[in-house]
């Protein structure tokens, strides 16, 4: 597979067979209604598949076959080393179906081959792995009570935990989500996002194959103003976890108060800070400075956006960065020697232009790209945008733009960076670059979000936890963290006699 050239990866994509339809109570089935929905290869503009567009209606079953396999504790009330057994299998499955996995994910969102093979599939590979793995490691406590009394504190699943993810990075969102709410008992419905619903689609039969019971995971493609909040508003849904905008994040906690106040936890926007001191290791910085905006075309939560440098290196800085900016041009995602995609859709490339537009109008210089490309092939593609001249109060310095656009904003001392890197509504991610630690170590502790990197960006594994600070959120995907957002704390109080 890594020697596989661009046709290669064509052919097998034309002879793929793609899965379309919703997979409930444990088999695929067309939508009630039957009203489907095509999903698009960004790449060409063409159709994949029609994609079953499921209703309240079809919530509603799904809801129910939830509800009743977890109050029969089919899956729930095993023991947690069973539960593991089926998450590694799962894990092995996800492996062994990499290719079909990868090519589904390059098709549906337009993200490069070579990061779905090595990078998003691996990842939620992990992911399964990873939390079944833990799951038997978990220990409840015995509190420090009296000595005639013994108290248990122990954890319990939700029960039926609704799943809403995004189209950015659909599959390892998908794991992140899924993963732990399955490990520690709960039921699961997952809601994709309406253009990006592929690899969801056929990780549930590979669940099902791997042993999970019937009505534990169930995958609903649909609208996300008509199914996603009704999963959001149902009096049986106990748990809500989603990826997406800042926007829909709060209209779900409203949902939320309006409904069962189901546990709600969010994972949402970002515009972060990458802060770069004059004592930097400066080629290592401007190369990671272009990856943390342009990887997956800035179509990235955690993008550094927004691109902070001491004064007294800017210029020089900024052409540094302008060149490694040449090697993300985007191409055919299906060769593997691409390193950025189209924009998943034109809605999506529409924003971007829009943008380049309001930060030409609010005074910023167009330092580098702005423009669309390949115009031929029938796919949005935009190039890698650089504006310099720009202050922190600016539209393009405050908004989520969601595309391979960096703004450069300069600053003097380090109570300068810090203040602009927290003048944001967003607080999820940031790195500062610095060969001094107290410098560095400083400037970390003091920027508000929740992945702060010192001297590298994008950095984090599974071991740690991921989510955001103010408007970026508030739960926590992966660790051992991310079961604290699908569990509840129970206290059991016994007296001797
Ligand atoms: P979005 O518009 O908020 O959509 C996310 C999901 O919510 C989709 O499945 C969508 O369905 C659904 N949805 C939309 N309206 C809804 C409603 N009223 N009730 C329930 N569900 C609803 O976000 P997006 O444009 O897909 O994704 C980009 C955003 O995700 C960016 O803001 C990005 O920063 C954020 N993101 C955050 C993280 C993180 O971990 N913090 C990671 C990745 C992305 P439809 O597809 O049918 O509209």
């Not at 060409?44 to 598949?49: I, P, Q, S, W």
């Not at 079953?52 to 504790?73: L, N, Q, T, Y």
């Not at 391979?404 to 300068?416: D, H």
Request: with cysteine; glycine share 10%.
């Amino acid at each position: 597979m890594q020697d596989f050239s661009a046709k290669d990866w064509a052919d097998r994509a034309a002879s793929l067979t793609i899965e379309g339809r919703a997979f409930i109570d444990g088999a695929y089935i067309n939508a009630l209604s039957g009203n489907t929905r095509p999903t698009l290869n960004p790449a060409t503009g063409e159709v994949l598949v029609a994609v079953a567009s499921c209703g309240p209606e079809d919530a509603d079953r799904a809801i129910a076959s939830a509800k009743a396999v977890f109050e029969a504790g089919t899956w729930a009330n095993q023991a947690p080393s069973e539960r593991k057994k089926v998450l590694v299998r799962w894990a092995e499955l996800v492996e062994a179906h990499a290719e079909e996995l990868a090519l589904l994910e390059c098709l549906d969102v337009g993200k490069p081959i070579s990061d779905t093979l090595n990078v998003d599939v691996p990842a939620a590979a992990r992911t399964l792995r990873w939390s079944g793995e833990a799951i038997d490691k978990v220990y409840d406590q015995v509190a420090p009570t009296p000595h005639d009394t013994l108290a248990l504190v122990t954890r319990l699943p939700l029960g039926v935990v609704a799943a809403i993810v995004p189209w950015n990075f659909p599959f390892s969102t998908t794991a992140w989500k899924i993963a732990p709410a399955i490990a520690t008992g709960n039921s699961v419905i997952l809601k994709p996002a309406s253009n990006t619903p592929l690899t969801a689609i056929k990780l549930a039969g590979l669940a099902k194959q791997a042993g999970l019971p019937d009505g534990v995971l169930q995958v609903l493609p649909g609208p996300g103003g008509s199914l996603g909040s009704h999963l959001a508003k149902h009096m049986d849904v106990e748990g809500l976890t989603f990826t997406g905008s800042t926007p829909v994040g709060k209209m779900l906690m409203e949902y939320s108060g309006q409904s069962n106040l189901k546990r709600t936890y969010l994972e949402l926007g970002g515009k972060s800070p990458n802060i770069v001191f004059a004592d930097a290791n400066l080629d290592k910085a401007a190369a990671m400075a272009a990856t943390a905006v342009f990887y997956n075309g800035g179509q990235t939560c955690t993008a550094g956006t927004r691109l902070l440098v001491q004064a007294s290196i800017h210029d020089a800085f900024v052409a540094k960065v302008i060149e490694h900016a040449k090697s993300w041009l985007p191409g055919n995602p299906l060769d593997p020697a691409t390193s950025m995609g189209p924009m998943v859709d034109e809605a999506q490339y529409n924003t971007v232009a829009e943008y380049v537009r309001i930060g030409c109008d609010e005074g910023a210089t167009l330092a580098y790209g702005g423009k669309r490309v390949k115009v031929t092939d029938g796919g949005f593609y935009h190039e890698p945008t650089i504006f310099t001249g720009a202050n922190n109060q600016m539209r393009i310095a405050q908004e989520e733009i969601f595309g391979p656009v960096m703004t450069v904003i300069p600053f003097e001392t380090e109570a300068e960076a810090i203040a602009i890197a927290n003048d944001s509504i967003f607080g999820l991610a940031g790195a500062v670059w610095s060969k001094d630690i107290n410098v560095a170590h400083r400037v970390a502790k003091a920027v508000r979000v929740g992945t702060m990197g010192i001297n590298n960006y994008f950095g984090g594994d599974m071991t740690v936890p991921f989510g955001g600070f103010k408007q970026s959120g508030n739960g926590r995907d992966k660790s051992m963290h991310a079961f604290d957002d699908y569990t509840e704390l129970k206290t059991t109080w016994i007296e001797f006699d």
